[in-house]
T-cell receptor, first 115, second 111 residues
Framework: GAGVSQTPSNKVTEKGKYVELRCDPISGHTALYWYRQSLGQGPEFLIYFQGTGAADDSGLPNDRFFAVRPEGSVSTLKIQRTERGDSAVYLC?????????????FGQGTRLTVV | AQRVTQPEKLLSVFKGAPVELKCNYSYSGSPELFWYVQYSRQRLQLLLRHISRESIKGFTADLNKGETSFHLKKPFAQEEDSAMYYCALSGSSGRTYKYIFGTGTRLKVLA
């Protein structure tokens, strides 16, 4: 079956604009994660969904960032009033249940560039 | 504080030489430890996890709770091992489990 799919693969936007990044997890996976990876850094946790609800959004850097998963499948990460510092690769991952020992399956990422 | 430290940004070894990628962690509790790998132009994927006690592609990792380390080792490196390697831990935060990643080590295996 298909893995985790993220669209678009690349996004260039102007400072101050609004962007949406989409994640299609593996079918049946209840847990979904968003991470952000800046150049030379490891993935940095943003938010975790279990089903439709955001179980942990402690990694969202500020209120310009918001994510939804209305039907417990596809998720959208929304960034308002983008800043140049938001430029990074945004990774989505899903896992069957989100337990401590479960493998996270990653998408290929969306490279966001704010100019 | 929860943290994963990978002290080497780049590690270069010759083909056939042993390789050790270092990982230290800081966590109050008993986390689960993982190694993820990213080959060129591929997505991040699981290499191995501590709980499985397995050897994948000749790699092993031993958890040392006293030294809070989870170093990745392979006795004879191959050119196809060249990749970016990330150590990660998963621990509970209330009812949720999130992965915390290190900054990664780029392994280059030279012919």
């Amino acid at each position: 079956g298909a893995g985790v799919s993220q669209t678009p693969s690349n996004k260039v936007t102007e400072k101050g604009k609004y962007v949406e990044l989409r994640c299609d997890p593996i079918s049946g996976h209840t847990a979904l994660y968003w991470y952000r990876q800046s150049l030379g850094q490891g993935p940095e946790f943003l938010i975790y969904f279990q089903g439709t609800g955001a179980a942990d959004d402690s990694g969202l850097p500020n209120d310009r960032f918001f994510a939804v998963r209305p039907e417990g499948s596809v998720s959208t990460l929304k960034i308002q009033r983008t800043e140049r510092g938001d430029s990074a690769v945004y990774l989505c991952a899903s896992s069957p249940s989100g337990g401590m020992n479960t493998e996270a399956f990653f998408g290929q990422g969306t490279r966001l560039t704010v100019v | 504080a929860q943290r994963v430290t990978q002290p080497e940004k780049l590690l270069s070894v010759f083909k056939g030489a042993p390789v050790e990628l270092k990982c230290n962690y800081s966590y109050s509790g008993s986390p689960e430890l993982f190694w993820y790998v990213q080959y060129s132009r591929q997505r991040l994927q699981l290499l191995l996890r501590h709980i499985s006690r397995e050897s994948i592609k000749g790699f092993t990792a031993d958890l040392n709770k006293g030294e809070t380390s989870f170093h990745l080792k392979k006795p004879f490196a191959q050119e196809e091992d060249s990749a970016m390697y990330y150590c990660a831990l998963s621990g509970s935060s209330g009812r949720t489990y999130k992965y915390i990643f290190g900054t990664g080590t780029r392994l280059k295996v030279l012919a």
